[in-house]
């Protein structure tokens, strides 16, 4: 039996095209031969459970749901990948489909039994939902550090069983480095992974939550965050040339508090020398466009 649709090009790495599939009354009857290691059965739900080392710890319960009412309809259609453990079977690859069988009342679930070691089942694990898209970044970076710390993977194998570039690794693997709290905003996409990567640079752990607070209740981008991390860092550096400058950069944070005020949209002013500079309105739509552009006109007629 060919293992041919749902699982991509990454696992393919991992499991040969052509798989010779024997089931389990014939299974039975090799007793005396050399042990076969991939079989398919139906096996008792309850007999089944997950993989307490799988990269997703989070799962979209709409997603589980929609999921459950298509099982219902026409069964589960690809197969749970599975590990045989003592009395039950440990799963390598389909979680989802097996919370969703659970969800839709089946007492049974199809699965084929592979004898993978621990490497090959959490580098399946991650394969499989990294290319459904399952992982958050967090999830995502852990689960390459727990191949690179237990499994002694380096980045570049890593990106080759991911089909990534080692840069990507590297870049997603710095996300552990910010604080708990920081990542936590992460998981929950109150920011994003670019928003983390700005604050990497600040080590004091709390100034990185004030400042990724900030970024979530102005909704900065991830260039404005990179304008304020900068800002921060000149401070630092120099703070003499900071303390000069501050109360103009308090006013200009003033003046652009005021016209988001009245516009209501985000405003960005950038100074530039001589007492020149450049304001930004941001909008969403033609229709925020339009919106915007006929309050500047009701304001300038009040004012003629």
Not at 203 to 226: H, N, P, T, W
Not at 279 to 298: H, P, V
């Amino acid at each position: 039996m060919a293992l041919k649709k749902g699982l991509g090009r990454g696992l393919d790495i991992l499991i040969p095209k052509e798989e010779t599939v024997i089931k389990k009354e014939e299974k039975k009857e090799e007793g005396t031969k050399k042990e076969i290691e991939n079989y398919d059965l139906e096996v008792d739900i309850r007999k089944v459970e997950p993989n307490r080392n799988q990269p997703r710890k989070q799962f979209d319960e709409d997603a589980i749901e929609e999921l459950s009412e298509s099982i219902k309809q026409f069964g589960v259609i690809q197969p749970l990948i599975v590990k045989k453990k003592d009395d039950f079977y440990e799963i390598i690859a389909g979680e989802r489909r097996w919370r969703a069988s659970k969800k839709a009342g089946l007492k049974t679930v199809p699965v084929i039994v592979k004898e993978y070691d621990e490497k090959e089942i959490l580098k399946i694990s991650l394969i499989e939902n990294l290319q459904r898209e399952n992982l958050n970044p967090i999830e995502e970076a852990k689960a390459y550090q727990q191949l690179q710390q237990e499994y002694n993977l380096k980045q570049d194998e890593i990106a080759m069983s991911v089909s990534k570039s080692r840069t990507a690794i590297t870049n997603t693997m710095r996300l552990l480095k910010l604080d708990e709290r920081v990542q936590k905003m992460i998981i929950d996409n109150r920011i994003t992974s670019g928003h983390g990567r700005t604050l990497i640079s600040i080590e004091d752990r709390e100034l990185q939550c004030e400042i990724a607070e900030k970024i979530m209740d102005e909704g900065l981008s991830v260039r404005e965050a990179e304008r304020l991390v900068k800002r921060l860092s000149e401070k630092k550096e120099d703070p003499e040339k900071e303390e000069e400058n501050s109360e103009e950069n308090n006013m200009m944070l003033f003046y652009e508090g005021r016209m988001k005020q009245i516009l209501g949209s985000k405003v960005s002013i950038k100074k530039k020398k001589n007492d020149k500079g450049r304001i930004e309105i941001e909008y969403y739509s033609k229709e925020e466009l339009e919106r915007i552009i006929d309050l500047i006109q009701s304001i300038r007629e009040k004012t003629e």
